[in-house]
């Protein structure tokens, strides 16, 4: 999957530019660069990963691809609690499928929102679990939990396929 992929993925979901916004399990960076694509330079980000490794490769290609702008690297892990301004939203690619307890964590990442924010969840789309995705969370499974977890109106936004499990999605909630 490649950057304009990416964006198209979680546009939707994004539909103005600016606010505060967090990618937890930002990984690589590969979302945190399609989010800084669409929150433009009004936008504020906080990449969360427990890898600082990865969070360095990812400052690297951050400030290549957009100078300047705002961004804040913390080596964390995600499911214990944050040291978080209030968010407009948060961004969650490909990391929820390793945490096997979601209903916790979940609940505690919906805290870090603000009034009218969002949640956009990036996932496989598959059931069975396997050594790279542990504790997948099929798009209906998602809906379910997000409700349980206090979030409403969870919406599938997008889908594209995958080289590994069938297929991506991506989708919302409030």
Same mark, same amino acid.
């Given at each position: 999957?490649?950057?304009?992929?990416?964006?198209?993925?979680?546009?939707?979901?994004?539909?103005?530019?600016?606010?505060?916004?967090?990618?937890?399990?930002?990984?690589?960076?590969?979302?945190?660069l399609a989010l800084?694509?669409?929150?433009?330079?009004?936008?504020?980000?906080?990449?969360?990963?427990?890898?600082?490794? @990865?969070?360095?490769?990812?400052?690297?290609?951050?400030?290549?691809? &957009? !100078?300047?702008? #705002?961004?804040?690297?913390?080596? *964390?892990?995600?499911?214990?609690?944050?040291?978080?301004?209030?968010?407009?939203?948060?961004?969650?690619?490909?990391?929820?499928?390793?945490?096997?307890?979601?209903?916790?964590?979940?609940?505690?990442?919906?805290?870090?929102?603000?009034?009218?924010?969002?949640?956009?969840?990036?996932?496989?789309?598959? @059931?069975?679990?396997?050594?790279?995705?542990?504790?997948?969370?099929? &798009? !209906?499974?998602? #809906?379910?939990?997000?409700?349980? *977890?206090?979030?409403?109106?969870?919406?599938?936004?997008?889908?594209?396929p995958s080289r590994?499990?069938?297929?991506?999605?991506?989708?919302?909630?409030?």
């Amino acid at each position: 999957m490649n950057h304009s992929e990416r964006v198209k993925l979680i546009r939707d979901a994004i539909p103005d530019p600016g606010g505060i916004w967090a990618d937890l399990g930002s990984g690589g960076g590969a979302f945190t660069l399609a989010l800084a694509e669409l929150i433009g330079e009004a936008g504020e980000i906080y990449s969360v990963d427990a890898d600082t490794r @990865s969070l360095q490769q990812q400052k690297k290609a951050f400030h290549k691809m &957009f !100078p300047g702008r #705002k961004v804040h690297f913390l080596a *964390a892990d995600f499911t214990r609690p944050l040291d978080l301004p209030k968010l407009n939203g948060i961004v969650m690619a490909n990391a929820l499928h390793y945490v096997k307890q979601k209903e916790a964590v979940i609940r505690e990442i919906r805290r870090y929102l603000g009034p009218g924010a969002r949640l956009i969840l990036v996932e496989y789309n598959i @059931s069975k679990g396997s050594f790279w995705v542990p504790y997948p969370i099929p &798009f !209906p499974e998602w #809906k379910t939990l997000a409700g349980i *977890a206090g979030f409403s109106d969870t919406r599938l936004i997008g889908t594209a396929p995958s080289r590994y499990h069938h297929e991506i999605y991506s989708a919302v909630s409030w």
